[in-house]
């Protein structure tokens, strides 16, 4: 069994054995698919569900597939959707209840816990955005234990990216391209005219303990030194640059900058940008019954700080305008998450950008918020 | 009941704390003590506005009286509050019913007196606006808090 | 940054499933506010502390964070002020005893009354923001002594807003409690000031370099009762509000009540003056 840190390589159908001996292991494996014309997570058997030797074009407010001139697999950067979905599902039943004489019973486990999941293919963006979340649902305590069980067992294989997008700025955010610590598996895909191979980094001993039933052999220097290449290169094609020396001061700062009346033109306030972040984390809590008001349920699912009845009190709304909750939407990720959780809320993985129908760009606004301080 | 006491009281009072002692001498002149007992009026909307009140003792509902409805009281001055200050202004008329709530003892100040001399010396004229206007503020500022409605769900 | 929910120093092991009690009594207070009384159903409640809320559930109806107003230590069944505003408050209002709701709490930060031992106390409270200061001063007066002036400074929209008539009348026969109480407008009947809560501030005995105010209202009150105490000398950092916003969850997850960084529900919704002030005079924050 090779060690944590080591590194092997194995060919695509070292792959395509790494996938059954997950499958083999119990878990559902998610990895990139391409529906509906984007590139998102779904539940695959076969790595011939990966999107090979297809990549995507992204701008601000613009999505767009492409076929590559090779069969790369991991040839492309995020999609729409994120590993939130699996860890944090859009919609779920908190609990179900039955009213008798005596009050109400809970009903028990009404929904079964679906197989532990593998994730084949986070990118570094990814890996740290589930670790925003994890600060956020408290996996040490008892915050959320429906996420807490998901997390723990969902089994992580990384990629390294080659191809970055071009709204990423993972780089300036300290995320990427590189994986960081956090994964079972990390692979950075190693292709060129003579061989199709990944080279796999062991971060934990369940990872070692799968890939021992995959064919690989040690990678060499050349190999290491190719992974390499493969991440730098990546590092310097970053479609975005955020600065965040001083942000958090710099947006507490910026309650009454006039920059939040022009991008309030703007935005729609439809809320595409919270639904494609991989860190927010809002949701709504939804009490419903049945006709007779005999069975009761308490739903969760994803709600957005866009919407106008978020901040309802009574009989009005805090944040009425479209201003105060774009404000309240980038102040919060980049400034006021940092004094929640420690950390920054933004990743740089650009989906904001791309997937805005007007074509906002968070690394924009900052700058011009910046300007207008510093004028 | 002499100019004495009205005197010290009026020296003592914040609404004429920093005026000169021949002000002060003056304004106490035209004062003299009253008395009210409960349910009896200071005065009425409408009635010739000549005093000033100040209260010693007891509390005052100032009160909207409309037809077909109850009065409503827009404020309760008490103990140490002044009330009335439509003497200085035309067309020198009580704007609300000035009722006792209680057993009320009250300077009352010759508003037609003061007013003649507030024009004829300038200088006090514009010291009695100044403590006029800083009461009226406060008071307005009350208003609007409670225009806000500040209660409703 | 982790926090195990925790009550009565037991980790929650759901915090988003309500604990069943049954409503004991309830006392209609005014036209649309209305106390209950709550028991368990299944064994001691856990403490609450004044100034801490739950989240009361109307079966298949809805949740809504109510702050304690009464017996948060338990000794009998918990009180709860309640005023009808949506669909939950208003099944809670018409709940009748024997009614099984649910609790979920309690949740937030406190006010920490006996931080003000040996200190002056001003308490302001505007109409249904007397229901959760009613704990903080049922614990000064259960140890009256161990405090210095205390003022209790109520303001309401009429004498038919006026919350707990008869315990208010019940505290200004006692000489060790400056209490005034004053409405926004009144008909003949009323003899007491009239006029906004903040007026009654000058009026009150206190030192402001030492004395800790805890206030209590909507929002606007708060921010010009605040203005008020310090434009009368007190610190922001002696001075505590309570603060209102929309909850979902009441445990710092949903971010509906989040007021800059703060989450109301976790972070407050006791806050000192000096931590929230800024935030409270921007607007749509």
Same mark, same amino acid.
């Given at each position: 069994?090779?060690?944590?840190?080591?590194?092997? +390589?194995?060919?695509?159908a070292?792959?395509?054995?790494?996938?059954v001996?997950?499958?083999?292991?119990?878990y559902?494996?998610i990895?990139?698919t391409?529906?509906?014309?984007?590139?998102?997570? /779904?539940?695959?058997?076969?790595?011939?569900?990966?999107?090979?030797?297809?990549t995507?074009?992204?701008?601000?407010?613009?999505?767009?597939?492409?076929?590559?001139?090779?069969? $790369?697999?991991?040839g492309?950067?995020?999609?729409?959707?994120?590993?939130?979905?699996?860890l944090?599902?859009?919609?779920c039943?908190?609990w179900?209840?039955e009213? /008798?004489?005596?009050?109400?019973?809970?009903?028990?486990?009404p929904?079964?816990?679906p197989?532990?999941?593998?994730?084949?293919g986070?990118?570094?963006?990814?890996? $740290?955005?589930?670790?925003?979340?994890?600060?956020?649902?408290?996996?040490?305590?008892?915050?959320?234990?429906g996420?807490?069980?998901?997390?723990?067992?969902?089994?992580?294989?990384?990629?390294?990216?080659?191809?970055?997008?071009g709204?990423c700025?993972?780089?300036?955010m300290?995320?990427?391209?590189?994986?960081g610590?956090g994964f079972?598996?990390?692979?950075?895909?190693?292709?060129?005219?003579?061989?199709h191979?990944?080279? +796999?980094?062991?971060?934990t001993?369940?990872g070692?303990?799968?890939?021992?039933?995959?064919?690989?052999?040690?990678?060499?220097?050349d190999?290491?030194? $190719?992974?390499q290449?493969?991440?730098?290169?990546?590092?310097?094609q970053?479609?975005?640059?955020?600065?965040?020396?001083?942000?958090k001061?710099?947006?507490?700062g910026?309650?009454?900058?006039?920059?939040?009346?022009e991008? $309030?033109?703007?935005?729609?306030?439809c809320?595409?940008?919270?639904?494609?972040?991989?860190?927010?984390?809002?949701?709504?809590?939804?009490?419903?019954?049945?006709?007779?008001?005999?069975?009761?349920?308490?739903?969760?699912?994803?709600?957005?700080?866009?919407?106008?009845?978020f901040?309802?009190?009574?009989?009005?709304?805090?944040?009425?305008s479209?201003?105060?909750?774009?404000?309240?939407?980038?102040?919060h990720?980049?400034?006021?998450?940092? /004094?929640?959780?420690g950390?920054?809320?933004?990743?740089?993985?650009g989906?904001c950008i791309?997937w805005?129908?007007?074509?906002?760009?968070i690394?924009?606004?900052?700058?011009?918020?910046?300007?207008?301080?510093?004028? | 009941?002499?100019?004495?006491?009205?005197?010290?009281?009026?020296?003592?009072?914040?609404?004429?704390?920093?005026?000169?002692?021949?002000d002060?001498?003056?304004?106490?002149g035209?004062?003299?003590? %009253?008395v009210f007992e409960?349910?009896?009026?200071?005065?009425?909307?409408?009635?010739?506005?000549?005093?000033?009140?100040?209260?010693?003792r007891?509390?005052?509902?100032?009160?909207?009286?409309?037809?077909?409805?109850e009065?409503v %009281?827009?404020?309760?001055?008490a103990?140490?509050?002044?009330i009335?200050?439509?003497?200085?202004?035309p067309?020198?008329?009580?704007?609300?019913?000035?009722?006792?709530?209680?057993?009320?003892?009250?300077?009352a100040?010759d508003?037609?007196?003061?007013?003649?001399?507030?024009?004829?010396?300038?200088?006090?004229?514009y010291?009695?606006?100044?403590?006029?206007a800083?009461? %009226?503020?406060?008071?307005l500022?009350?208003?609007?808090?409670?225009?806000a409605?500040?209660?409703?769900? | 940054?982790?926090?195990?929910?925790e009550?009565?120093g037991?980790?929650?092991?759901?915090?988003?499933?309500?604990?069943? *009690?049954?409503?004991?009594?309830?006392?209609r207070?005014?036209?649309?506010v209305v106390?209950?009384?709550?028991?368990?159903?299944?064994?001691p409640?856990?403490?609450?502390?004044p100034?801490?809320?739950?989240?009361? *559930?109307? &079966?298949?109806?809805?949740?809504?964070?109510?702050s304690? #107003?009464?017996?948060?230590?338990?000794?009998?069944?918990?009180?709860?002020?309640?005023?009808?505003?949506?669909?939950? #408050?208003?099944?809670?209002?018409?709940?009748?005893?024997?009614?099984?709701?649910?609790?979920?709490?309690?949740f937030?930060?406190?006010?920490?009354?006996?931080?003000a031992?040996?200190?002056?106390?001003?308490?302001? @409270?505007?109409?249904i923001?007397?229901?959760p200061?009613?704990?903080?001063?049922?614990?000064?007066?259960?140890?009256?002594?161990?405090y210095?002036?205390?003022?209790?400074?109520i303001?309401?929209?009429g004498?038919?807003?006026?919350? *707990?008539?008869?315990?208010?009348?019940r505290?200004? #026969?006692? &000489?060790?409690?400056?209490?005034?109480?004053?409405?926004d407008?009144?008909?003949?009947?009323?003899?007491?000031?009239?006029g906004?809560?903040?007026?009654?501030?000058?009026?009150?005995?206190?030192?402001p370099?030492?004395?800790?105010?805890?206030?209590?209202?909507?929002?606007?009150?708060?921010?010009?009762?605040?203005?008020s105490?310090?434009?009368?000398?007190?610190?922001?950092?002696?001075?505590?509000? #309570?603060?209102?916003?929309?909850?979902?969850?009441?445990?710092?997850?949903?971010?509906?009540?989040?007021?800059?960084?703060? &989450?109301?529900?976790?972070?407050?919704?006791?806050?000192? *003056?000096?931590?929230?002030?800024?935030l409270? @005079?921007?607007r749509?924050?």
């Amino acid at each position: 069994m090779t060690g944590l840190g080591s590194r092997v +390589v194995i060919d695509r159908a070292g792959l395509q054995a790494l996938v059954v001996a997950l499958r083999g292991a119990g878990y559902r494996v998610i990895a990139p698919t391409i529906r509906a014309g984007a590139i998102v997570p /779904d539940e695959i058997s076969s790595i011939d569900d990966l999107p090979a030797g297809w990549t995507d074009e992204q701008e601000a407010g613009r999505y767009r597939l492409r076929r590559r001139d090779d069969d $790369a697999l991991f040839g492309y950067a995020t999609g729409p959707r994120s590993w939130k979905e699996s860890l944090f599902p859009p919609r779920c039943l908190l609990w179900r209840a039955e009213r /008798d004489d005596h009050g109400f019973e809970v009903v028990e486990d009404p929904v079964p816990a679906p197989r532990p999941a593998a994730f084949l293919g986070v990118r570094g963006c990814e890996l $740290a955005a589930i670790q925003v979340q994890d600060r956020v649902f408290g996996v040490e305590g008892f915050a959320d234990p429906g996420y807490r069980a998901r997390r723990l067992q969902a089994f992580v294989v990384a990629v390294n990216c080659g191809t970055p997008g071009g709204t990423c700025f993972c780089v300036s955010m300290g995320t990427g391209p590189a994986v960081g610590p956090g994964f079972d598996l990390a692979l950075t895909e190693l292709l060129s005219r003579d061989a199709h191979e990944f080279c +796999v980094e062991v971060g934990t001993e369940r990872g070692a303990a799968i890939l021992a039933a995959v064919p690989s052999r040690s990678a060499g220097p050349d190999d290491e030194a $190719a992974a390499q290449r493969v991440v730098e290169g990546a590092t310097r094609q970053m479609g975005r640059k955020l600065e965040t020396s001083g942000i958090k001061e710099l947006l507490y700062g910026s309650y009454e900058s006039p920059r939040w009346d022009e991008v $309030a033109a703007r935005c729609l306030a439809c809320g595409n940008c919270t639904l494609a972040c991989p860190t927010c984390f809002c949701h709504a809590v939804e009490d419903t019954s049945d006709l007779e008001g005999r069975t009761a349920e308490r739903w969760r699912s994803w709600d957005s700080c866009f919407s106008l009845d978020f901040t309802r009190l009574g009989a009005g709304k805090i944040r009425a305008s479209t201003r105060s909750r774009y404000r309240q939407w980038l102040t919060h990720k980049l400034a006021t998450w940092i /004094d929640q959780f420690g950390t920054s809320g933004c990743v740089g993985c650009g989906r904001c950008i791309t997937w805005c129908p007007v074509g906002i760009d968070i690394t924009e606004e900052v700058r011009a918020i910046r300007r207008t301080q510093e004028a | 009941m002499g100019i004495e006491p009205l005197h010290t009281l009026l020296r003592e009072h914040p609404f004429f704390s920093g005026l000169e002692e021949p002000d002060i001498e003056f304004i106490a002149g035209c004062g003299r003590n %009253v008395v009210f007992e409960p349910g009896e009026y200071l005065f009425h909307e409408g009635e010739d506005a000549d005093q000033m009140f100040i209260v010693r003792r007891g509390r005052v509902a100032l009160e909207i009286v409309a037809p077909g409805r109850e009065p409503v %009281v827009l404020d309760s001055p008490a103990e140490g509050d002044v009330i009335g200050f439509s003497w200085l202004f035309p067309p020198y008329r009580w704007q609300f019913d000035g009722r006792a709530l209680e057993p009320v003892r009250a300077v009352a100040l010759d508003g037609v007196c003061l007013r003649d001399k507030c024009e004829e010396d300038k200088r006090l004229g514009y010291e009695l606006m100044k403590r006029v206007a800083s009461i %009226v503020l406060r008071r307005l500022q009350s208003a609007r808090l409670r225009l806000a409605d500040m209660y409703r769900p | 940054m982790t926090f195990p929910i925790e009550t009565a120093g037991a980790p929650l092991p759901e915090p988003m499933l309500p604990r069943q *009690y049954r409503v004991r009594s309830r006392r209609r207070e005014t036209h649309d506010v209305v106390t209950l009384a709550l028991e368990p159903l299944h064994g001691p409640g856990p403490r609450c502390r004044p100034g801490q809320f739950n989240m009361l *559930y109307a &079966f298949g109806i809805g949740e809504v964070p109510i702050s304690v #107003s009464g017996n948060p230590t338990g000794r009998g069944p918990v009180l709860h002020t309640i005023r009808a505003v949506g669909l939950a #408050s208003r099944a809670l209002c018409d709940s009748r005893p024997e009614t099984v709701v649910g609790v979920r709490g309690p949740f937030g930060t406190d006010w920490a009354v006996e931080s003000a031992s040996g200190r002056d106390l001003v308490i302001v @409270a505007g109409g249904i923001g007397l229901a959760p200061l009613r704990p903080a001063i049922h614990e000064v007066l259960a140890h009256r002594e161990r405090y210095g002036r205390v003022s209790v400074l109520i303001g309401a929209r009429g004498p038919a807003e006026l919350l *707990y008539p008869a315990e208010i009348q019940r505290w200004r #026969s006692r &000489f060790d409690l400056d209490v005034r109480v004053t409405v926004d407008a009144a008909d003949g009947s009323w003899h007491g000031p009239v006029g906004v809560v903040t007026e009654l501030i000058p009026r009150a005995s206190f030192d402001p370099k030492s004395a800790l105010a805890l206030v209590c209202g909507p929002e606007i009150m708060i921010h010009f009762a605040a203005r008020s105490l310090l434009d009368h000398g007190f610190d922001p950092n002696n001075v505590r509000v #309570s603060l209102e916003r929309n909850m979902k969850c009441g445990i710092g997850l949903c971010g509906h009540c989040q007021l800059g960084p703060e &989450f109301v529900c976790r972070d407050g919704p006791v806050f000192t *003056y000096a931590r929230v002030g800024r935030l409270l @005079a921007t607007r749509e924050v």
